[in-house]
């Protein structure tokens, strides 16, 4: 036993000799080597625990090495195919960008810029003045700034604006966001002190201007702001009550405190013509009387990841000093992306046509259907176009479901069999199971992806064929 082992390992080629193979004409040489070195130790390992008991040829040899090159040119970070019908998927990487925020990043990237520099006056400047006279125009809000998230927005209006004061909030709005985004959390890190009001359904303003007066008492910390937060992945329906934002805008203004918003998803337009209702836009906010308002880029805004904050210049203002805010700044390449997408919205119908996640958002049903029967012509006869519904995603719009198209596959395997077969390909489609059938909803699909997708289908034909 031993004997064939000792046989084994002396045969094993040496590198230089797989180095010269053929196949690895015009390789990288330090990557080659690397991928050689691990291929032959690996061999070396299978062999000393006999679970290799015989040598591979060097072509087999030079196969695995390949394999294993093609691995590490592999990024970790890769495309996929979005056929889940969820615009907004956390998962999947939320708002794919519009070409002219691309571009922005294209330009703005191999160079230098004027991220904090003034042209006109030779000197230092600061990069929230990029996006700030679009973001006032846009809300009409006075002032804005950007952070590379809203949960950074969120901590540093907390931070800057309650400064470790008690902060108001509504039961009924204690939310968990996905992830680690839990409200009361995050108003503990940033040393305020949460005061509870109302209950889970109803909260009255008089709940407010008591918890209001009880924080100047002796044993609290002093009424440091009202916070809102719109509770962007669930809804409260039935007997319910909360007083209207410009109430509590009312009411924060009586009491010189800040009335902050934590919006969520920071839709800019209205979207009523589209038929998407109920969404509230940062401009209606901004109108009620909010001084702080913040929101992320990269949900129904359809840019890059951000958090944007806009409202009362004084406020803003300290928060642009922050000494926190320094490790929330915005990436160059973001900030390109996002001055990009919100100068789109200088014109709302250029933006719903432009931007991405609005434009899948507000497509219409039948060309949805359209877009199905391309596809499912193309692999037929496995597939059948049926009418589904699809979500927006990113904790937005939780009580929209939108009427859309989906290709399902028609084939005598376990949907579960199906969907990872189709995840686990060259190029990754995600797609939906629904009533035990699994299907690639439309809304999310790009026609441009089609023929990965048939290649893939047929990959998965001859696979069904062979059994
Ligand atoms: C999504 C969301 C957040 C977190 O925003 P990110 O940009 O993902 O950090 C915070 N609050 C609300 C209400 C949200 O919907």
Redesign the pocket.
């Known amino acids: 036993m031993t004997d064939n082992i000792n046989a084994l390992l002396r045969q094993i080629p040496k590198v230089d000799e797989l180095l010269a193979h053929p196949q690895f004409a015009g390789e990288n040489k330090t990557l080659l080597t690397n991928a050689t070195r691990q291929v032959l130790s690996d061999l070396r390992t299978g062999i000393l625990q006999s679970k290799i008991t015989s040598l591979p040829t060097l072509d087999e040899l030079a196969l695995g090495i390949s394999r294993k090159l093609a691995k590490t040119n592999q990024p970790n970070l890769q495309k996929v195919i979005n056929g889940t019908g969820i615009i907004l998927h956390t998962n999947l990487g939320r708002a794919p960008l519009a070409k002219a925020a691309m571009d922005a990043i294209t330009n703005s990237a191999p160079g230098y810029s004027n991220l904090e520099y003034s042209i006109p006056d030779g000197k230092r400047s600061s990069r929230h003045i990029i996006t700030e006279d679009l973001l006032t125009q846009l809300t009409g809000a006075e002032a804005g700034m950007v952070v590379n998230?809203?949960?950074a927005a969120?901590l540093l209006a907390l931070l800057a604006v309650a400064e470790k004061k008690d902060v108001i909030v509504s039961r009924g709005e204690l939310v968990e966001?996905g992830g680690s985004?839990r409200v009361p959390d995050v108003l503990q890190q940033s040393g305020s002190h949460l005061v509870e009001v109302g209950t889970t359904n109803k909260t009255h303003l008089a709940d407010y201007e008591k918890a209001i007066l009880a924080a100047n008492g002796y044993y609290s910390h002093g009424p440091g702001a009202l916070l809102r937060?719109?509770t962007?992945n669930f809804i409260i329906s039935g007997f319910t009550a909360k007083p209207t934002l410009e109430e509590l805008a009312g009411l924060a203004a009586k009491h010189s405190l800040p009335l902050i918003e934590?919006l969520?998803?920071g839709c800019m337009i209205p979207l009523h013509e589209y038929g998407i209702h109920g969404q509230p836009t940062v401009a209606e906010s901004v109108k009620a009387g909010v001084d702080v308002i913040t929101f992320?880029g990269?949900?129904l805004l359809g840019g890059p990841q951000a958090?944007i904050i806009v409202g009362r210049k004084d406020y803003i203002a300290k928060m642009k000093s922050h000494p926190m805010a320094r490790a929330m700044r915005i990436d160059k390449l973001c900030l390109a992306a996002l001055e990009a997408t919100l100068r789109l919205y200088l014109d709302p119908k250029l933006a719903v046509q432009e931007i991405p996640t609005l434009k899948m958002l507000c497509e219409t049903q039948d060309n949805l259907f359209a877009k199905a029967e391309k596809l499912a012509e193309k692999l037929a006869p496995w597939a059948t176009v049926i009418s589904e519904v699809s979500q927006a995603g990113g904790?937005a719009i939780p009580e929209e479901n939108f009427a859309t198209a989906a290709v399902a596959i028609n084939a005598d395997i376990t949907a579960q069999a199906l969907e990872k077969h189709f995840r686990t390909g060259p190029t990754p489609i995600i797609g939906r199971i629904s009533k035990d059938r699994f299907m690639l909803d439309m809304r999310t699909l790009n026609e441009e992806d089609f023929p990965a997708i048939v290649d893939e289908f047929s990959a998965f034909v001859r696979i069904i064929k062979t059994y």
């Open positions: 998230n809203n949960a969120v966001i985004f937060v719109h962007s934590d969520g998803s992320s990269d949900k958090g904790g």
